[in-house]
């Protein structure tokens, strides 16, 4: 009769190893992830299809790498800054990874407080994330201003190959849009969360939930990082 | 059920009073599956006459003089895009996924029915933005379905314009829309089925939109980059697929980019898309035939297997539409192994559908007559598809009819002829009305018939060599005059059949209002959408009680129950139980000589 069939109509008896785990719940009725609510498994396809996406924008960056006939610019050029007469390659994009890892960790934070049912520190903690996440593409504006003085355009580039001011602008631009998705999700769901809305409802779920997404956007500029900043 | 719970439901159900947010901002997956389909229809309807345009240029050439060369590329990509994308897949998951999955895995709806509106809307502006590219200036794009760069951006191909950028835009759209929907067809099949619904419960029609959508949410972002890529090549002038490249006598300043990037991309989405729209016709066939046969689908398990086998293979096939294209023979091998592969699990599919008929009580009712088609339909083409899979026959065969007479025969005729089974079999469902059976029938004949009419000379003429996507074929030495003659017999077989579909299309308006009432069960067939309290359903599927499911979908002809089906929420019979307690004594059928068992019947 109930309409959301969030628990399972049998639980399973005994403990049982994983794989046998498994093997019941997929075999089972009603739902295949046990106990997991329809937003967050609809979450992990979600995120199953964006890896996908990014994972193409990837490819095609390397193939073309590989197809230009103009040599590659040096990243460790192109993106150091000069900073009290000391040039200091890469030091910009070390920031912005520490701080979007560490947003990472506070995010963890919320969503153990949310599972503890402590809704200040979970929606402030949520919060500092999303500040976190600001300063992030912050700081991606600011890299993106100071190539563009220097001419780096998407049909250009002086420091070598067109391509390469193509797919730094398209995957950077695509994964800030992300990241600026993100903060607007976290500050919307960290208001709701102060305000008491899952406490009465008794659920934090939602925070694991943003939480997925989040963490799935760091994981994401790791490899962001590693293929165009360091190699 | 007492006041309270009936109270409780009409609360929970939010049913809409008002006409608009009923019938059109609705969020009933049954009036969105219609909605779907009415817009899949509707856009097919223009791929259907640019069909004919096209027929009627090779069949009469030169007769018709508003068919310039431009329009005519114009019509093959329009043409083709349309029925891949905007018809075939639109009508298989927007439409029968969206009515089907609810109803046949026991939900009361999908698991978010605001999104699943969304989808609809983005879909409905996809189209118009296609729709819209008929209008600019230079008109749509002329580029083949493909859109393979340099080519299809650059100034001399049709629709240069404006045409190439709605044409990208649209499909990046339909993509947001698609994904909306398919995240929610996932999640209902996975998370919100009925009490008693396992996986292996479910219909194949579940199972192939199942997998179908899956793969659509992992091929789609393929599309989606390369369309992204695509559109900056354009646009702002990026070099992603543009290599230097020389233009009518000018340098351009593109540079760099790899062509070979865009195929790879395109098909690494366009094999899987040949399957997202296979898969569920080979789900949606295999209930059919069952029904109308009134016997279990052979091997269903490995109906279940062969379907997932088919769309992890698909993603390692793609390659297979690049043998001529340039990239390193070596790559040829191995795709060439794998799509040789593929047709095992395909094979399977075939050989238990054909042994579902045999022994079987086979009734010839129009669904069913649209299924047998659907087998030999998609035989032939399968058989071609070996020729093509081949590296060494696809290069003469390459870029010839044998190949549009290949994927018309495998991925559109078969699969259309299974959409139209399926309305015959589901829509006094959707109505609560048969729709009329002496159309039905000559509108299956000339279909048919009418397809083999059209493609199997076409056959023939990718013997001959004829080349494909060609404007006329005038003084082209190798080419025989009989060539002509065998042009103008395909034309005058293909604006029969098309008019054909016109006459279904008439059939549906007409039987919406004067078709004989349906009762809610007309095939007694045994999955659940047929059980509904309503029909049609009404909004929450059920009634006040979910269904609760004991069986699979195909217990039919099972000896000892009083009638030849019995349905997915028929409790389990006292003649069951006594089975399952004396298994030596097996099937009644191996006793001739008693009559009806005394166990047996409810």
């Known amino acids: 009769m109930a309409r959301n069939n969030h628990t399972p109509s049998e639980k399973t008896p005994a403990p049982i190893g994983r794989h046998e785990e498994l093997l019941t719940d997929w075999a089972s009725d009603r739902e295949a992830f046990k106990n997991v609510s329809w937003g967050k498994s609809m979450m992990w396809i979600f995120l199953l299809s ?5 994972g193409t924008f990837l490819t095609g960056y390397m193939t073309v790498r590989m197809t230009t006939t103009v040599p590659w610019p040096n990243p460790s050029e192109v993106f ?32 153990n407080m949310g599972y503890r049912g402590d809704r200040k520190k979970a929606g402030i903690l949520m919060l500092v994330t999303a500040l976190f996440g600001l300063s992030f593409v912050s700081m991606q504006a600011f890299e993106w201003t100071k190539l563009i003085h220097e001419g780096v355009r998407p049909w250009e580039n002086p420091f070598g190959a067109h391509q390469f001011g193509a797919t730094f602008f398209m995957i950077t631009g695509f994964h800030g849009l992300h990241v600026s998705v993100g903060v607007i999700y976290l500050t919307v769901v960290a208001i709701k969360v102060l305000k008491g809305d899952y406490e009465r409802r008794g659920d934090y779920q939602i925070v694991e939930i943003t939480g997925l997404y989040w963490h799935f956007v760091d994981l994401v500029w790791v490899f962001i990082f590693a293929f165009f900043y360091l190699w | 059920m007492t006041d309270e719970t009936a109270k409780d439901y009409d609360a929970e159900m939010h049913e809409p009073t008002h006409f608009f947010t009923k019938y059109i901002w609705s969020q009933d997956h049954k009036v969105i599956a219609v909605q779907y389909s009415i817009t899949a229809m509707a856009i097919g309807l223009v791929a259907l006459v640019l069909s004919w ?18 329009a005519y590329y114009q019509y093959v990509t329009m043409h083709g895009m349309i029925m891949v994308i905007y018809l075939l897949t639109a009508f298989f998951l927007g439409g029968f996924g969206n009515y089907l999955i609810p109803l046949m895995v026991g939900a009361r709806d999908m698991v978010f029915p605001y999104l699943n509106m969304l989808s609809y809307w983005v879909y409905l502006l996809a189209v118009l933005v296609l729709v819209a590219s008929f209008f600019v200036t230079g008109g749509p794009t002329g580029a083949g379905w493909t859109l393979y760069p340099p080519q299809s951006i650059l100034p001399g191909t049709p629709g240069y314009d404006g045409g190439i950028i709605l044409m990208l835009v649209s499909l990046i759209i339909f993509i947001v829309a698609f994904t909306m929907g398919g995240l929610n067809y996932v999640t209902t099949i996975l998370q919100a089925r009925a009490r008693g619904m396992t996986l292996m419960r479910m219909p194949l029609s579940v199972w192939g939109i199942f997998v179908a959508t899956f793969m659509g949410l992992l091929a789609f972002p393929a599309l989606f980059v390369s369309g992204v890529m695509l559109l900056l090549d354009r646009v702002i002038g990026t070099s992603f697929f543009m290599p230097e490249i020389v233009s009518l006598g000018e340098p351009l300043a593109y540079g760099g980019g790899s062509p070979l990037l865009f195929q790879h991309l395109f098909w690494f989405f366009g094999h899987p898309e040949v399957y997202i729209v296979a898969l569920p016709a080979f789900g949606i066939v295999s209930d059919l035939l069952s029904v109308h046969a009134r016997k279990a689908i052979f091997g269903y398990r490995m109906m279940v297997w062969a379907l997932l086998a088919i769309g992890v293979l698909s993603f390692i096939v793609w390659a297979h539409h690049m043998y001529v294209s340039g990239m390193d023979p070596a790559f040829g091998y191995f795709f060439a192994v794998t799509t040789l592969i593929i047709a095992v699990p395909t094979a399977i599919k075939v050989y238990n559908w054909t042994l579902t008929l045999w022994k079987a009580d086979i ?17 032939f083409g399968g058989l071609t598809g070996l020729f093509l899979g081949n590296v060494v026959v696809d290069v003469p065969l390459s870029d010839t009819y044998f ?54 000379p076409m056959h023939y003429l990718g013997f001959v060599g004829v080349p494909r996507r060609y404007y006329d074929y005038e003084d082209i030495e190798f080419i025989p005059d009989s060539v002509a003659d065998l042009n103008m017999a395909i034309t005058i077989a293909a604006l029969v059949v098309g008019a054909a579909q016109l006459m279904f299309i008439y059939n549906l308006v007409w039987s919406l209002i004067w078709g004989k009432k349906a009762d809610s069960n007309p095939w007694k067939a045994n999955s659940l959408e047929w059980q509904t309290p309503d029909t049609p359903p009404k909004h929450g599927n059920w009634g006040v009680e979910m269904p609760t499911v004991y069986r699979w979908a195909y217990d039919f002809s099972v000896p000892g129950a009083a009638e030849d089906y019995m349905p997915q929420n028929m409790p389990p019979q006292p003649f069951e139980a006594h089975r399952a307690a004396h298994p030596e004594e097996g099937p009644e059928e191996d006793k001739p000589g008693e009559d009806k068992p005394e166990e047996g019947g409810t």
């Open chain 2, 53 to 70: 345009l096209m027929r009627l240029q090779l069949g009469f050439p030169g007769v018709f003089d508003f068919i310039d060369q431009e």
């Open chain 2, 403 to 456: 190949v549009v007479a290949h994927f018309h025969m495998v991925m559109g005729v078969a699969p259309i002829l299974v959409v139209f089974g399926a309305i015959y079999h589901w829509y006094p469902k959707i109505t609560g009305r048969m729709l009329h059976e002496g159309m039905g029938k000559v509108h299956f004949w000339v279909t048919f018939l009418g397809t083999y009419a059209i493609y199997f």
């Open chain 1, 80 to 111: 150091a800054l000069t900073i009290g007469g000391v040039e200091l390659p890469l030091v910009l994009i070390a920031i912005m990874t520490f701080i979007l890892i560490s947003s990472s960790g506070t995010m963890a934070m919320a969503v």
């Open chain 2, 363 to 379: 009734h010839l009712t129009i669904p069913m007559m649209f299924a047998i088609a659907f087998i030999l339909t998609f035989v």
């Open chain 1, 50 to 54: 964006d890896t996908f996406i990014f």
